[in-house]
């Protein structure tokens, strides 16, 4: 069975452009999360998507990021535009219910560097 | 969201137990004990969780103090391959899980 996978493992962009990152969860699971680390800070919280319904989006740092899961399947983060203070590693996370095991499945990372 | 308090770093020997301690003394009875790693340059990865009874896994196995005021995560027998930053998250149900500073475990060949 695929993990969470996310594309691309690395990006670098110039400031002011445009990034998506995309994530594709592991099949079944309705719950997906964006995380992301800032170099040298914790792992902060973006949001959470049950579904395609966004249940949490109490981490999203500005109006420059916009989350979206058509579908209820994959879901992708898009910076616009993006700022040198956005660089950092973003990780999505999928789960399949949140009362049971609560175990989240991490995918590897987006890198994004932002010049 | 509950805190939790766990050492900067820790070290042990290849081929031995390690005892990673937390506390999360303003626990509450709903919350759940969630342990990740993050191994280098990898998304972090679920350890083990527990309520109030002690857990064991294939990873790893969960010590819950009585008074649930404390946990620790213990690696019967740690191998390279575990050294990771090791975090304990308090969980309640239906929330999401925050990440604090977590343990940094070195492991020694």
């Known amino acids: 069975e695929a993990g969470v996978t996310q594309f691309p493992s690395h990006s670098v962009i110039e400031k002011g452009q445009t990034v998506t990152l995309r994530c594709d969860p592991i099949s079944g699971h309705d719950n997906l999360y964006w995380y992301r680390r800032v170099m040298g800070k914790e792992i902060k919280f973006l949001l959470h998507?049950?579904?395609?319904?966004?249940?949490?989006e109490s981490g999203m740092p500005n109006n420059r990021f916009l989350a979206e899961r058509t579908g209820g399947t994959y879901s992708t983060l898009k910076v616009q535009p993006a700022e040198l203070e956005d660089s950092g590693v973003y990780f999505c996370a999928s789960s399949q219910d949140l009362i049971n095991t609560g175990e989240l499945f991490f995918g590897e990372g987006s890198r994004l560097t932002v010049l | 969201d509950a805190k939790t308090t766990q050492p900067n770093s820790m070290e042990s020997n290849e081929e031995e137990p390690v005892h990673l301690p937390c506390n999360h003394s303003t626990i509450s009875g709903t919350d759940y004990i969630h342990w990740y790693r993050q191994l280098p340059s990898q998304g972090p990865e679920y350890v083990i969780h527990?309520?109030?009874s002690n857990v064991n896994n294939r990873m790893a196995s969960l010590a819950i103090a009585e008074d649930r005021k404390s946990s620790t995560l213990i690696l019967h027998r740690a191998t390279l391959r575990d050294a990771a930053v090791y975090y304990c998250i308090l969980r309640a149900q239906d929330d999401k899980i925050i990440f604090g500073k977590g343990t940094r475990l070195h492991i020694l060949p």
């Open positions: 998507f049950v579904k395609e319904s966004k249940q949490d």
């Open positions: 527990g309520l109030t």
